[in-house]
């Protein structure tokens, strides 16, 4: 999906953005070894000074991944959060 000056969240949905914070060289390169979604920031970053701050706005990840990843993350949230949340299907829509 592709954003234009014109995206309603309403008509088009929640932007697929995500943010990550990594407050450490070394939390980010063991993040980067475990998933794809931030192996692009690690790439990008490791040659980094270590004492200054950055944005890394990497390229989209794999689409198959995402796809794979969309089918449990809303068990994995549940699960990390040790308790049922309710799922929300749309926007002010509850499940």
Not at 34 to 61: F, G, I, K, M, Q
Not at 87 to 93: A, D, F, H, I, L
Request: hydrophobic residues 45%.
């Amino acid at each position: 999906m592709s954003l234009t000056g014109n995206h309603d969240v309403l008509a088009d949905g929640i932007p697929p953005v995500s943010t990550v914070f990594a407050f450490t060289r070394a939390a980010l390169e063991r993040a980067a070894a475990r998933s794809p979604l931030l192996a692009p920031a690690w790439d990008a970053l490791e040659r980094a000074p270590e004492n200054a701050h950055y944005l890394c706005v990497a390229d989209p990840t794999d689409l198959e991944w995402v796809q794979r990843q969309e089918l449990v993350d809303d068990d994995l949230f549940r699960a990390q959060l040790g308790h049922s949340v309710p799922t929300w299907r749309g926007w002010g829509e509850k499940a």
